[in-house]
């Protein structure tokens, strides 16, 4: 017998006296799985990566020239108050949208600019089924020539039917933010009922999914873009609220709870 088999033969001997029963089936060994908003937030990446925007990411401790002043807000505006603002020691803030990467990429790139931005914001609001004091939003910016509110349009309906299916239908309606003029807010159809109308949608056949405008002038002469040379789009989308029309949950803050219960549903999505 050569000495590899008398090796083989006394290591056997061995393993027969280790009390180990070699037979027994394995112990299972759970995976995990990715987090729904982890899933929702890489697939936005995906899609608009695949039209050509980069990623770009801000702090999420801020001041208030990049969260308020450059972005065009009054001192007087409702938005600092200390009631929906977590203002920090030494003028610092917690952000209170991902807007302020539009500063931040403005500050340091010059046009032409596709950007999208996903990151967590902060507010001082009370958790309920469609509120958290944190958050997350996907900020979008583009600045070039001659770049319109058509472009926003497309972009956001392109996005859209990526995201929901090619049924669904997305649309803006006037309204106002400072940093942006015109402003306007953006739908989609219900991804429930379609548009008939139905419990989700109050029976409005749409659903909010964010603000959107056309860069206010004020926003690039203050970071030294010419405002008579360039235009630009932004829009600001919630992400919980993309998960939660995805995959049907009914209340944000089944979200950050992390119950197994809910997370286990998710394993082996999006990998
Ligand atoms: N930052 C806004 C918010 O949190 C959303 C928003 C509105 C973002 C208009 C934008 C925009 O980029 O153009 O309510």
Redesign the pocket.
């Known amino acids: 017998m050569t000495a590899k088999s008398n090796a083989i033969k006394e290591q056997s001997w061995q393993i027969g006296n280790s009390g180990l029963d070699y037979s027994m089936p394995g112990v299972p060994n759970h995976r995990g799985g990715l987090h729904p908003l982890t899933i929702i937030r890489r697939e936005i990446d995906e899609v608009f990566l695949s039209m050509g925007f980069e990623i770009a990411e801000g702090p999420d401790i801020e001041d208030e020239f990049h969260n308020f002043d450059a972005?065009n807000t009054p001192a007087d505006h409702p938005?600092r108050n200390l009631a929906d603002t977590f203002y920090m020691e030494g003028g610092k803030l917690l952000r209170?949208?991902?807007?302020t990467v539009?500063i931040r990429v403005m500050e340091s790139f010059k046009p032409p600019i596709r950007i999208i931005s996903p990151g967590r914001?902060y507010r001082n609001d009370k958790p309920d089924p469609s509120h958290s004091p944190v958050f997350h939003?996907v900020?979008?910016?583009v600045v070039d020539k001659g770049i319109s509110m058509s472009d926003l349009k497309d972009t956001l309906q392109s996005f859209v039917a990526i995201m929901f299916g090619g049924r669904v239908r997305s649309r803006i309606r006037p309204?106002f933010?400072p940093?942006?003029e015109p402003?306007?807010?953006m739908d989609i159809s219900c991804v429930v009922c379609g548009g008939s109308g139905c419990r989700v949608c109050k029976q409005s056949g749409w659903l909010e999914m964010?603000?959107?405008?056309?860069?206010d002038p004020n926003v690039f002469d203050t970071l030294g873009i010419d405002s008579e040379l360039y235009t630009g789009?932004?829009?600001?989308?919630?992400i919980e609220r993309i998960a939660m029309l995805k995959y049907n949950i009914p209340d944000m803050r089944i979200l950050f709870e992390n119950d197994l219960r809910m997370l286990r549903q998710f394993r082996g999505e999006g990998q």
């Open positions: 972005l938005s209170t949208q991902t807007s539009q914001c939003q900020e979008a910016l309204h933010f940093f942006t402003s306007a807010e964010g603000g959107a405008g056309m860069v789009f932004a829009f600001g989308l919630g």
